[in-house]
C-alpha cells in the first residue's frame, strides 16, 4: 500500500507534536502531545491519548481509548488493541502529594520513570494492561483483558491475570496451544525459531 503524502488530523482531534509521520491519521478526540514521536502510516484511533515522551514507529495501529505514556516505545508494525493501557511508574503517587518523600521522588524523572518496548509486529488485545518496564518482544501477542507483569519473549501468546503463556503465535497471526514452538507455521510455513 503507498504512503499517503500527509497527516490527517481530525478536527475533533488534538495533535500538539511536530514529530507525526507521512500518512499518520489522528481521528476524533484523540490527543497526541507535544513531545511524542509518531512514525508514518500509522493510525491512532478516537479517544487515544499518547504523552510526551512516547515513541511510535511506523505502521502501527492504535484502537480507540488506548493510553500510552511518557516512557512507552513501540516498534514498526504492532496492533494496540481497544482500550490498552500501559503504566509508566511502579509505585505511584500523586505528585502534588505534600510528603517530602513524595514531592522528592517526582523532582526528578529518573527517580520513577520506567521504561517500557514493544518489538516489531506485536499485538495487544482490548483492555490488556502492560506494567512498566516490560519487554514486549517481536510478534508476541496479548490476550484481550491480560495484565502483562513480566517481559514476554518473541512469538509467545499470553493470556490471563497475571498473564502467562498459553502458546505460541507466527509472524502472519496463527496460534498453537503447543507446549514446544512448531518447527514451521501452519498457516504460511514459515520456519518458526
Same mark, same amino acid.
Request: with cysteine; charged share 20%; proline share 5%.
Given at each position: 500500500?503507498? +504512503? ?13 507534536? &511536530?514529530?507525526?509521520?507521512?500518512? $499518520? ?11 511524542? *514521536? @509518531? ?5 491512532? %484511533? ?14 502501527? $495501529? ?14 514498526? &508494525? *504492532?496492533? *494496540? ?5 500501559? $503504566?509508566?511508574? =511502579? ?19 529518573? &527517580?520513577?520513570?520506567?521504561?517500557? =518496548?514493544?518489538?516489531? %509486529?506485536?499485538?495487544?488485545? +482490548? ?6 518496564? @516490560? ?13 502483562? $507483569? =513480566? ?8 493470556? %490471563? ?22 518447527? =514451521? ?9
Amino acid at each position: 500500500m503507498p +504512503a499517503i503524502s500527509e497527516i490527517f488530523v481530525h478536527p475533533c482531534g488534538l495533535c500538539e507534536s &511536530e514529530a507525526v509521520g507521512l500518512g $499518520t491519521r489522528i481521528w476524533a478526540f484523540a490527543h497526541v502531545m507535544q513531545g511524542a *514521536v @509518531i512514525g508514518s502510516d500509522c493510525n491512532i %484511533g478516537d479517544h487515544a491519548f499518547i504523552e510526551s515522551g512516547a515513541r511510535i514507529g511506523n505502521r502501527v $495501529t492504535i484502537k480507540n481509548q488506548v493510553m500510552i505514556w511518557d516512557g512507552v516505545e513501540i516498534d514498526d &508494525e *504492532v496492533f *494496540v488493541g481497544p482500550g490498552a493501557c500501559f $503504566t509508566n511508574d =511502579r509505585f505511584p503517587r500523586s505528585p502534588r502529594m505534600s510528603l517530602p518523600a513524595v514531592v522528592s521522588r517526582y523532582s526528578d524523572k529518573r &527517580e520513577w520513570l520506567l521504561q517500557t =518496548r514493544v518489538e516489531t %509486529g506485536a499485538s495487544l488485545g +482490548a483492555y490488556c494492561v502492560i506494567l512498566p518496564a @516490560i519487554t514486549i518482544g517481536a510478534y508476541a501477542m496479548i490476550a484481550a483483558g491480560a495484565v502483562v $507483569t =513480566r517481559d514476554v519473549a518473541a512469538n509467545t501468546l499470553v493470556a %490471563g491475570v497475571p498473564a502467562r503463556r498459553v502458546g505460541w503465535v507466527c509472524r502472519c497471526g496463527v496460534q498453537t496451544s503447543s507446549h514446544n514452538l512448531p518447527k =514451521r507455521c501452519s498457516r504460511c510455513d514459515e520456519v518458526l525459531d
